[in-house]
């Protein structure tokens, strides 16, 4: 299985940061932000950083090819605005110097459009990106207020009307609160099979749900934790079909009164085992107090 986790990557460490911390979450992959999601300040990348990430990727057979970049969820590519499409094109290209191949991006939000109007938008939009050897993997959305990219149709829609190396990610959270119903993702996946294709599934985010289907919400919750629940994400995440499509945890840090910590660590454990942890929290709480 290809599983990892959001990681961070920091202005002084890069790359080789993001490699040692999925690391040491026991991680076979991972997904990062370029610099911080809300915002659109990115530092330069160091050459001599990510040469090193290579060398710790390779000396731990992990494939460059399955490692993720998620685009800043600021950027709304539903608009006509221009700044959404310039920023996206030089982040395509800082992926792409980093020889990561594949791009998460949120396909925006309609604010007062139709949604018509907004996926002709993300159409126009991705279609003026330079080219590129990085495929742009449009996520799944929840329907958060004026999100687009909530059914698998509207996916469908923008893959038909771009030229561009297009992909998709398909986030448990979101489409849980969109209204699908992952106790039979069998049928989940056929429907995504039919209307878009399986080739283009290019990424996963496993994430339980704090809402119930299709709440409409999107706030995520640790592994077993919420209402998608354990075994069917256990059930997602050992599908043969998706073998090889790599799976990311965007799941909450874990708080205790003074700080918060990552649950990556106990979270793929238990997905390794099939065992769910009942003692996530101390588990996690403990671990990183003792360090
Ligand atoms: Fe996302
Ligand atoms: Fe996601
Ligand atoms: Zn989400």
Do not use: W
Request: charged share 25%.
């Amino acid at each position: 299985m290809i599983i990892g986790s959001h990681v961070s990557f920091k202005k002084d460490t890069q790359l080789l940061g993001s490699v040692r911390e999925a690391l040491s979450y026991g991680a076979s992959t991972f997904m990062f932000y370029t610099g911080a999601p809300q915002n659109t300040i990115r530092h330069d990348l160091d050459t001599l950083k990510t040469k090193e990430a290579y060398e710790l990727l390779k000396e731990n057979n992990i494939d460059i090819n399955n490692i993720i970049v998620h685009a800043p969820y600021i950027i709304n590519m539903a608009s006509d605005n221009p700044f959404a499409y310039e920023f996206l094109n030089q982040e395509v290209k800082r992926v792409e110097r980093l020889g990561i191949k594949y791009l998460v991006l949120h396909p925006g939000n309609a604010l007062k459009l139709s949604i018509e109007e907004a996926i002709s938008n993300v159409i126009n939009n991705l279609n003026k990106l330079d080219k590129s050897s990085v495929t742009i993997c449009i996520e799944t959305m929840a329907g958060k207020g004026s999100e687009i990219g909530t059914n698998f149709e509207q996916i469908k829609k923008i893959i038909d009307g771009v030229s561009i190396n297009i992909g998709v990610c398909l986030d448990t959270c979101h489409i849980n609160d969109a209204g699908y119903d992952l106790s039979n993702f069998d049928e989940v996946l056929k429907s995504f099979d039919e209307i878009i294709g399986l080739k283009y599934l290019k990424c996963i985010h496993i994430n339980d749900s704090k809402n119930l289907m299709g709440a409409k919400k999107d706030r995520h919750e640790n592994i077993g934790y919420g209402t998608i629940g354990f075994d069917n994400l256990i059930n997602i995440l050992y599908n043969e079909k998706i073998k090889d499509v790599p799976k990311i945890l965007e799941t909450p840090y874990i708080k205790d009164s003074k700080t918060s910590y990552p649950p990556y660590k106990f979270e793929i454990e238990m997905i390794k085992n099939k065992t769910f942890n009942e003692n996530l929290y101390n588990d996690v709480i403990n671990y990183y107090n003792d360090f």
